[in-house]
């Protein structure tokens, strides 16, 4: 699942799954649902990302701001993500395919453009026995 | 609970304690400030007088970690904060600068009164929405190769005038006049060019706006002379920044400042506070990274200026030059300044996270025309509130290093905004009061309905009350372009 969550001036986003991978790509579900309706957005183009970082919580900042990468340079939004996580000797890296399509004005209802992902609130932590939270703030 | 002590009236002081090389200081009133007591309580490890206490603990800061009344709580630093670093021995660090790099506000004046435009308000509205490419996934006509990013990185406002955007004559209204000198292109990297290569004269979402405001009072008939305001007016301001290109730049930036921090062993009590020694090679490389984001913004507000003019030109029948820039303020800058510290003149780094550069009369860097005056600090309001200019003071420059705040400051969050408002009543509301709104997607205005916001009357009456900037002009909304 995912939700968003509040800060002042901009916005929370946490995912929470079964494994890393799924509450990173619930986190990346939350990222899309404040710029668009992300239940209309076809999941048809693959688009591929990967990303390394040292530790868990740069590598979700990391794969969230490349997600928004991806969104610009390809003018698409996304709304399903099958992401891999491979922990080496000295960091992570992940590899995700993102899947969408590109934007439609009318039929996503564009909501506010995400400026950034930032290490604010990061927070990785195991909340249960099978269940993984990831979040931080956005910019927007 | 943060500790804050009342020094003079509307300034707090945070006083030092564990880590902070500085005190924290605070320009607010009782209210505004038992605001910001009550929120770091409600969340007290994330929360605006802690981002400041936490911005007072980075090497090198001098004086006071210090915020002015619009703060708010941000990404590592408060938004509405200055942090000002001594160039030997300071630092450079990413929360006090952010994401939205020179995010700014660019002023134009137009020969018009309200009476005048009255009867075509709505055309006008029309030709703006229309003119002004703005919201999620929107693209300029402009679409550059690589090597003319690089020239707008290098360049700034300047290569806007060169490619036919703009007019020469703004360049003397800019701050660094549209152009930071020490901007390396070469730094910046191809995705984040990538994403300018469409978004060049774009205005972007969230809290970034084209909106056209009459002069409703002048509070100082002099000053307004000299910057040629007038009762009664329509003036033009455009809020946006530096787009994709400078929100990447922040994200590359983010990982090599994260190592940096590791490298050089400094201590950041917030990892979104990650910094560089200003003179090592990493800090450097930042600086130069963001004066070229800098110089992307310069870029982007004067080909949506131009673009502005081009509606007036068609709507109102006005040649472009009648439509001229009153100023242009950055909000998200690191700038090397002169100012006094314990009675020397010293050579710094000023940090502005969601603030202004406000310098006093005969400041150097205020344009020749407004020398007498102070420069131009332009506040922007909510689209259903005022906005002001003001000028800033000599106190200022002994006081904030000459700095002074942006805008309102939000008080509500974007997702409760949503739970209180929705965009539609928002617009039927701002329309009853005569202010037209276009917008690009309802969601995003309700996330910016005015109650969203402190009242900005009684922001600016701090500042104003505390000689930190001098009120020249209100104005009210009239037309709000939102993305």
Known sequence: MFELFEHQADVGVRGIGRSWEEAFQETAKALFSIMVRIERVKHVHPVRVQVRAPDLGALLVKFLNALLVARDKKGMVFSAFDVVLTQGKEDWALTCTARGEKLNVVRHEPGTEVKAASYSELVLKKTGAKEFLAQCIVDV | MVKTESVDQDVWEIPRSGKMNVPGRVWANKALMDALQEEAGEKPEWNALNQIQNVAMLPGIQKYSLALPDVHCGYGAAVGSVGAFGWEEGVIAFGLIGFDINCGLQTLATPFTEAEVLPKKKELADALYKTIPAGLGSSGKIKLSL?????????????????????????????????????????????????????????????????????????????????????????????????????????????????????????????ELVCAPIQSEEGQNYLKAVNAATNCAFANREVLAHLTRGAFERVMGIKE??????????????????????????????????????????????????????????????????????????????????????????????????????????????????????????????????????????????????????????????????G
């Open chain 2, 147 to 271: 090597d003319q990013v690089d020239e707008v990185l290098e360049k700034g406002a300047r290569f806007a005038l060169e490619n036919g955007y703009g007019l020469k004559e703004d360049l003397h209204f800019l701050e660094e006049s549209g152009r930071m000198q020490n901007a390396d292109a070469s730094l910046v990297s191809v995705d984040a060019k990538e994403r300018l290569k469409s978004q060049l004269g774009t205005l972007g979402s969230g809290n970034h706006y084209l909106e056209v405001q009459v002069v409703e009072r002048v509070f100082d008939e002099k000053s307004a002379r000299a910057l040629g305001l007038f009762e009664g007016q329509i003036l033009v301001s455009i809020h946006c920044g530096s787009r994709g290109l400078g929100h990447q730049v922040g994200a590359d930036s983010l990982e090599a400042l994260d190592k940096a921090t590791k490298k050089y062993n400094l201590f950041v009590p917030d990892r």
């Open chain 2, 321 to 482: 030059k009648e439509v001229c820039t009153l100023y242009g303020v950055g909000h998200n800058t690191a700038k090397v300044e002169k100012h006094k510290v314990d009675s020397k003149t010293r050579k710094l780094l000023v940090q502005r996270k969601g603030s202004t550069r406000g310098f006093g009369p005969g400041s150097r860097d205020v344009p020749e025309k407004y020398a007498r005056v102070g420069q131009p600090v332009i506040v922007g309001g909510t689209m259903g509130t005022h906005s002001y200019v003001l000028t800033g003071t000599e106190k200022a420059m002994k006081e904030t290093f000459g700095s002074a705040l942006h805008g309102a400051g939000r008080t509500l969050s974007r997702v409760k905004a949503l739970r209180t408002w929705n965009g539609e009543s928002v617009v039927q509301d701002l329309a009853r009061k005569g202010i037209l709104v276009r917008g690009h997607g309802l969601k995003g205005i309700a996330e910016e309905a005015p109650g969203a916001y402190k009242d900005i009357d009684e922001v600016v009456d701090v500042v104003a009350r505390a000689g930190l900037c001098k009120k020249v002009v209100r104005v009210k909304p009239w037309i709000v372009v939102k």
